[in-house]
C-alpha cells in the first residue's frame, strides 16, 4: 500500500498517518519531521530550509523534493508507505508523479483529511511536542494531554511548542495551506486517487473512516 496523507495543519494528519503505518506495516514518511531534524542538525539543506519553517512558510520545492528523491532511490528504500505532508504543491507532484514512475511504484491513494480553519486554530494552539529526536511525541493539552503536564509520557523529557504552533504563524501556515491544496487536490483527482475523509470526531473513529475506505493495495513490482 502506497499512500499520500494530506490535511491542513492541526488536522490530526500526523497521528492518523502513524496509526496507519503502525497498524498497516507502512513506513511513516514526513517531510516536516525529516526538515526539524536538518534544521536540528545544522544540515546544509536544514539552513536552507530554517527562515521558511520559522515563518510558516514552505520550503522551496527543490529542497524538499531533493530529500524525498534521495531516500527513494536509496537501495534500501522503503516499497510500503505513507507520505505525510509531501506532495505539498503542483511542482512537487509533479516530480513524486515521475520518481514514482520511474520506480514503477504506483500510489494507491490521496487520502484528504478535511477540518474547518476554526477548530484548527484552536487545536494547533494547544500542540505540545515532544524535543527528544529520538521520541518527538506530540500532545494536545484539548484532545490528547500528557499524563503529566509539560512532560512526554514516552521518556519523561520536557515538552516544548513549535515555533510555527504559535496564533500568528497558524493563520499564515493555513492560508499557505489552502492555497496550495487546491491545486494539489486537483490533480490527484484527475488520476481518479483522492478520497476524502472527514476530521472531525476522535483519533479512533477517524481511523476507522479512513480505513474503510481505503483501496485494495496494489501488488508490489
Ligand atoms: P509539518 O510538520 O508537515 O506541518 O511541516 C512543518 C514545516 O516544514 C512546514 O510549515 C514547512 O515549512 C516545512 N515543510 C514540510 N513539508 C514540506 C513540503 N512538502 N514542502 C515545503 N515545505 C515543507
Given at each position: 500500500m502506497r499512500l499520500i496523507f494530506t490535511g491542513p495543519p492541526g488536522s490530526g494528519k500526523g497521528t492518523q498517518a502513524k496509526l496507519l503505518s503502525q497498524r498497516l506495516g507502512l513506513v511513516h514518511f514526513s517531510t516536516g519531521d525529516i526538515i526539524r531534524d536538518a534544521i536540528a542538525h545544522g544540515t546544509p539543506e536544514g539552513r536552507r530550509a530554517q527562515a521558511y519553517v520559522h515563518a510558516g512558510q514552505l520550503v522551496p520545492d527543490d529542497v524538499v523534493n531533493d530529500i524525498v528523491n534521495s531516500r527513494l532511490r536509496?537501495?534500501?528504500?522503503?516499497?510500503r508507505f505513507i507520505m505525510d505532508g509531501?506532495?505539498?504543491?503542483l511542482g512537487q507532484a509533479e516530480s513524486f508523479d515521475a520518481l514514482l514512475k520511474e520506480l514503477n511504484l504506483p500510489l494507491d491513494a490521496v487520502l484528504f483529511l478535511n477540518v474547518d480553519d476554526g477548530p484548527l486554530i484552536d487545536r494547533l494552539s494547544a500542540r505540545w511536542t515532544c524535543p527528544n529526536p529520538t521520541c518527538k511525541a506530540t500532545y494536545n493539552t484539548l484532545s490528547k494531554p500528557p499524563?503529566?503536564?509539560?512532560?512526554?509520557?514516552?521518556?519523561?523529557t520536557a515538552l516544548v511548542q513549535r515555533d510555527d504552533d504559535r496564533p500568528a504563524t497558524i493563520r499564515r501556515r493555513l492560508k499557505v495551506f489552502h492555497e496550495g491544496n487546491d491545486e494539489l487536490m486537483a490533480h490527484y483527482r484527475r488520476q481518479g486517487l483522492v478520497i476524502d475523509v472527514p476530521g472531525a470526531g476522535d483519533i479512533e473513529t477517524i481511523y476507522q473512516n479512513i480505513v474503510s475506505a481505503l483501496p485494495r493495495p496494489s501488488p508490489n513490482p
Amino acid at each position: 500500500m502506497r499512500l499520500i496523507f494530506t490535511g491542513p495543519p492541526g488536522s490530526g494528519k500526523g497521528t492518523q498517518a502513524k496509526l496507519l503505518s503502525q497498524r498497516l506495516g507502512l513506513v511513516h514518511f514526513s517531510t516536516g519531521d525529516i526538515i526539524r531534524d536538518a534544521i536540528a542538525h545544522g544540515t546544509p539543506e536544514g539552513r536552507r530550509a530554517q527562515a521558511y519553517v520559522h515563518a510558516g512558510q514552505l520550503v522551496p520545492d527543490d529542497v524538499v523534493n531533493d530529500i524525498v528523491n534521495s531516500r527513494l532511490r536509496a537501495p534500501d528504500r522503503p516499497a510500503r508507505f505513507i507520505m505525510d505532508g509531501y506532495p505539498r504543491s503542483l511542482g512537487q507532484a509533479e516530480s513524486f508523479d515521475a520518481l514514482l514512475k520511474e520506480l514503477n511504484l504506483p500510489l494507491d491513494a490521496v487520502l484528504f483529511l478535511n477540518v474547518d480553519d476554526g477548530p484548527l486554530i484552536d487545536r494547533l494552539s494547544a500542540r505540545w511536542t515532544c524535543p527528544n529526536p529520538t521520541c518527538k511525541a506530540t500532545y494536545n493539552t484539548l484532545s490528547k494531554p500528557p499524563r503529566r503536564p509539560g512532560v512526554c509520557d514516552e521518556c519523561g523529557t520536557a515538552l516544548v511548542q513549535r515555533d510555527d504552533d504559535r496564533p500568528a504563524t497558524i493563520r499564515r501556515r493555513l492560508k499557505v495551506f489552502h492555497e496550495g491544496n487546491d491545486e494539489l487536490m486537483a490533480h490527484y483527482r484527475r488520476q481518479g486517487l483522492v478520497i476524502d475523509v472527514p476530521g472531525a470526531g476522535d483519533i479512533e473513529t477517524i481511523y476507522q473512516n479512513i480505513v474503510s475506505a481505503l483501496p485494495r493495495p496494489s501488488p508490489n513490482p
